[in-house]
């Protein structure tokens, strides 16, 4: 370590350091945990910054814009079974066209997410851990509640920024008005409210397959039904809307629809990169697609060797994928797009035979690295090298600093809460081993989980007090997590400590912002009667102070 | 199913069927299971077979001598984590050649082998399942017995049809002189009879350091210690030898020895290499290095990112073989060279720290996929097209008759007991989907433990009569083996019971030879007076009968 660098690490308080090394960004509060970072490399950033700003501008003076940005993300999956040929193999599916993007790009080792659908998907929106937004649960209908209107997603810094935005498929950030969409930023957006569970399988032919238990009557013995508004019979599936506009229900829940509507959203994708290539503004779109369809479909026979809808399903968001890129191809706009393309958490177990534990340990819902690091693959030919394999440590909440970076919007982030995102442009132009995180707090629901530091693991969750076994993990020795260490990593105790107190701190100074709840499906115009009742339901609840 | 091959499966009896296509290979006898698939497709293996052997003799024309064949194995490694560069980044270690490897030809994803050292590499040796010539066992010092005698290898198989042939590092087959390496067949032979564990763990610094209890004397309060005989002090390291001369002991057992030997076993494979690649005979050279060193060498700071021993041993295994394709090409044999690189069992988990259980469960000793379900790559610039994935089931049994057929050495292939390994040449050449293997008998020690077909695995070993959980797995769905299945898969109860009931009636045909036993490190020359007196000790056990 140089003087210098000594000199400049003693001077400068950690949780004062917030700031991040460019004149825009200097503004940005981040956690705590980055102004360590930012003591030790600040300036080595601001120098790498220039050139990664000079690459972008000379991009911008060739197109006349700033770049596209398409940012798909799916459901569920386990890391390695998309993207690498010899584990296609082992999975008996194919994904030819997820296999070539890693082949023409980054292919990322450590991208971490939240554990879950909704914590993930805010988390992106907001750049924020989604503790902070209080937007730690996966909700099923009735939830009266949603993402708060005071967060400001990515959406509308791109759009101040001057971008088109668009969002298609599967938001899950609630049901109330201030939650959707186009009301969190996007020109306009087609989305469903809730997971894929509701339309998949809340219906007879899904009772009939034991996939739901109890939702429809048949069940129940008419003559001892009373409530017949206690299921919730009434919700919506899919709506759209425009900015500043009120929403409509597109498609009614059922399963036909369901799968109509994940046919539609793609749809709809296509045809907003054929709308948008040749706008004058570049244009921004989440597509985040249901895809799902676990509900066995007579007309479509399975025809992966692995047997299973689940494989089927993953073949056709590969070909899904297919489709966007060769569209962007297509529209001569390649070269100025960046095709973000990641799974928003690990393999949800409670699906039989759909899904399982690869090389990591955790599904869906926990803090193992088997919940959280997804697979994930950028391309942006001319920008991203090809054939890339990228290390370093990078979370979903960095997209939105890195987004904001790339549209020029980064003076448009809110400086008065806490952004969890880096920017992390670095990373993807300058390639692997740039990386301006080594850390991150995992939490499941509200509670802090786990810390990880470079390939160092603490799991506060069940940690007691004491000596006690299966508190640390060294995550290149033991990736799935299966021989929690102590006295072996000892040394780390004080310094986890530390990081927890350092975080620990600042949310203290930024508190979270509690769940947000509200009457569903308010700004909906053509609500259904069944709707409307439901809706009372939920209003007379929420009404009554909950 | 046409009518001529409805016609042809049921004029045949199964285990009446058990011959290959060629007519080499006519009297060859296959397990059981081999003759249902040679009446289903013995004609079009025999029509494939004429474009293979033209294949090989346009190569044979063109160089004016059969192909030489390296096979590399080494110890202990789980599927995935060479060969795979994104892999190797979860890991925190750099395999470059092996990557490259799997660039410039074949990546199986479904190479079998036995659960542990000495099994598999019997069946490498003699193309039969371990347990027929009794080699089920890992042997440690004293073990007195050993690979017999009247077991045919392949580099017997092989020098007949005219082939140098050479044995380089563990050999692991036992201390009786009738199983060295270079009385089975091998011109020359520098080899160790043992597993690494005596030399690199039976000593002061490793029983310092907890690896090993109690071997040193160090323990032991001298006055109670009567019998100086009992612990296995004069064991034997690493003997040299030439076919038809007697051996001699190398260098004596010792860590820094160990290190020495591991070290001269690369040499000396590569000198080889160096001495017969103009020579006017083709070469057989198996080269099955020792590499793992873990206890901390000081003059050897770890430099993975991984940071165990384990890691920089695999990076050393790496650059050995890198070596060892450099000098291929650098002796301009490259067009005339198979080399076939694999693991030879799933990860010990007993090694702490070292390795890992990742894609599949289980590991050395397990009849589950990651005992016995390897890393394995093949090279062959012109015969073997590049940056394959090859899903085809194969075993490390077929490489005995793979070899022989590449080496025009079928016919020596003796055809009075079974062969488990069947000639997959047309995998090699002509690449993914041409397996003539679909199955696989798997054996723990003498235990018959599983049995698998297609993509389907049926478990012996715990299973009950009745219907119990745990007997079926379907290995697509379900690759970690950790839901085992029954009332989905009653359908292959039957076939599966048919299936061992064809394997079992073939066993009692064709009776398991017993474990050879003997008196160990006779037809070494040089004998200290320590192993002297260790010997003394077995030859008596021997003589009261064991």
Chains 1, 2 share one sequence.
């Not at 988390?123 to 937007?135: D, E, K, P, Q, Y």
């Not at 791109?158 to 950030?173: D, I, M, P, R, V």
Request: charged share 25%; hydrophobic share 35%.
């Amino acid at each position: 370590m140089t003087q210098t660098l000594i000199q400049k690490i003693l001077s400068v308080s950690a949780i004062a350091a917030l700031t991040v090394g460019t004149v825009n960004a200097a503004e940005i509060i981040h956690d705590a945990e980055q102004g360590i970072l930012q003591a030790q490399y600040g300036d080595k950033w601001a120098k790498q910054d220039v050139g990664v700003q000079a690459k972008l501008d000379a991009l911008y003076k060739k197109t006349g814009k700033r770049p596209n940005i398409i940012h798909i993300m799916w459901d569920d999956n386990s890391y390695g079974e998309v993207g690498v040929k010899a584990f296609n193999k082992i999975r008996g599916f194919d994904t030819p066209n997820l296999n070539t993007m890693a082949d023409d790009g980054i292919t990322f080792t450590r991208m971490y997410t939240e554990p879950s659908c909704t914590p993930t998907r805010a988390a992106a929106l907001t750049g924020r851990l989604a503790v902070r937004s209080g937007m730690y649960t996966v909700a099923f209908p009735p939830e009266g509640g949603g993402l708060p209107a005071e967060e400001v997603t990515i959406a509308e810094i791109l759009s101040e920024a001057g971008y088109n935005t668009a969002f298609f498929a599967k938001a899950h950030q609630g049901d109330i008005e201030e939650s959707y969409m186009h009301n969190q930023g996007f020109d306009e957006a087609t989305f469903s409210l809730y997971n894929q569970f509701p339309p998949m399988f809340w219906h007879e032919q899904g009772e009939g397959s034991g996939l739901t238990i109890g939702y429809t009557k048949n069940g129940t013995e008419k003559k001892y039904l009373v409530d017949e508004t206690w299921r919730p019979y009434g919700y919506v599936m899919d709506v759209t809307g425009k900015k500043g506009e009120k929403a409509r229900e597109t498609l009614p829940p059922s399963l036909e629809n369901y799968r109509k509507s994940s046919i539609k959203h793609q749809e709809l994708a296509l045809d907003y990169i054929r709308r948008k290539a040749n706008d004058k503004k570049p244009f921004y779109m989440a597509y985040w697609p249901n895809v799902y369809d676990l509900i066995a479909d007579p007309k479509e026979p399975v025809t992966t060797s692995n047997g299973s809808l689940f494989a089927q399903n993953i073949e056709r968001l590969d070909r899904y994928i297919g489709e966007i890129v060769a569209e962007v191809k297509k529209q001569g706009i390649e070269e100025n797009t960046l095709i973000v393309a990641m799974a928003d958490n690990g393999p949800m177990a409670e699906v039989p035979s759909a899904m399982y534990q690869n090389v990591f340990n955790g599904g869906k819902g926990s803090y193992k690295e088997g919940g959280i690091r997804v697979a994930a693959f950028a391309q942006w030919p001319g920008m991203i090298e090809k054939d890339q394999i990228v290390g370093d440590m990078i979370t979903v909440h960095d997209l939105f600093t890195t987004f904001a970076k790339l549209g020029n919007a980064t003076k448009h982030i809110p400086t008065d809460r806490i952004i969890d995102g880096i920017d992390q442009t670095a990373v993807f132009l300058e390639g692997d081993g740039n990386s301006r995180r080594d850390y991150y707090h995992v939490y499941t629901g509200p509670v802090h989980a786990a810390t990880i530091k470079q390939q160092f693991k603490r799991v506060w969750l069940g940690g007691r007090p004491g000596l006690v076994k299966n508190d640390f993990y060294n995550l290149y020795l033991d990736p799935r997590e299966m021989r929690g260490m102590m006295a072996q990593m000892l040394w780390a105790w004080g310094p986890f400590d530390m990081m927890k107190k350092r975080h620990d701190a600042m949310n203290k100074k930024y508190p979270f912002i509690p769940t947000r709840h509200g009457v569903p499906f308010e700004g909906i115009e053509n609500l259904t009667p069944q709707t409307l009742i439901y809706q009372k339901t939920v209003r007379d609840t929420m009404n009554t102070g909950k």
